[in-house]
């Protein structure tokens, strides 16, 4: 947090920390950001062990509106801390960091063009710290809400023939997980595939992403 330089929040400051929060939620690379992370629905047990502040950008734009915020500085260091929490959790190397990362150079820029004469918050790097208890309540096969996300993504880039090996495949696999809604036209329930069938499905398509021939078929 920003404790040298404190701007006090008046209507004109206002008006523009609502606009870097609407670039930000306009961004087709926010989806992610726009609420809060949903923890449990997700299956992520150790989340709000390891992030100690949630926060979102449209927990930030609420707050905005019902005039939480005293000072600028209050309001863009939350918003630094989503790009941290994210960060934090996720590591380094992880597809939705560097989407972080991208929407912390948009943030920083617009920070730069709306509120020139304002500090910029200062990035606190944290480490995540990993307790005997997280282990106890993590299972050991589980899939990611990141894995999720890439399978969802991957599933996009796929031609209807490799779609449909898949659907083949989750259908008699995880029954549950698929659901058709007329004819030819499905709809997969990520959460409701079994994990080894997830990861069987998740090594087809990347080796077909990969450019592998398209016969080399992962047996289920």
């Known amino acids: 947090m920003i ?4 701007t006090p929040l008046n209507k004109d400051e206002q008006k523009r920390l609502n606009q870097i929060v609407q670039q930000l939620i306009d961004s087709n690379d926010s989806v992610e ?3 809060p992370v949903d923890y449990k629905r997700l299956n992520l047990p150790d989340y709000i062990q390891i992030v100690k502040r949630p926060m979102d950008l449209g927990t930030v734009q609420l707050k905005l509106n019902n005039n939480t915020y005293k000072t600028v500085e209050e309001c863009l260091d939350e918003i630094q801390l989503i790009w941290d929490n994210c960060k ?3 590591g380094p190397q992880s597809w939705i ?4 990362e991208k929407l912390e150079r948009l943030f920083k820029k617009n920070v730069k ?3 020139p004469l304002v500090n910029l918050p200062q990035v606190v790097p944290k480490t995540k710290e990993i307790t005997s ?7 050991q096969e589980q899939v990611t809400y990141n894995d999720k996300v890439e399978f969802s993504n991957n599933l996009k880039q796929l031609a209807p023939e490799q779609i449909g090996l898949i659907v083949h495949m989750i259908q008699n696999t995880s029954p549950n997980a698929f659901i058709e809604i007329e004819r030819e036209k499905y709809q997969i329930i990520v ?30």
């Open 3 to 6: 404790k040298n330089t404190q």
């Open 33 to 35: 950001f726009r609420q």
């Open 88 to 90: 934090l959790y996720n």
């Open 97 to 100: 960091t560097k989407i972080a």
């Open 113 to 115: 063009n709306y509120l």
């Open 133 to 139: 208890d997280v282990y106890q309540e993590e299972p």
């Open 191 to 220: 959460d409701n595939i079994e994990y080894e069938a997830f990861t069987k499905c998740q090594q087809q398509i990347q080796a077909w992403i990969s450019g592998d021939d398209i016969n080399k078929k992962v047996k289920i």
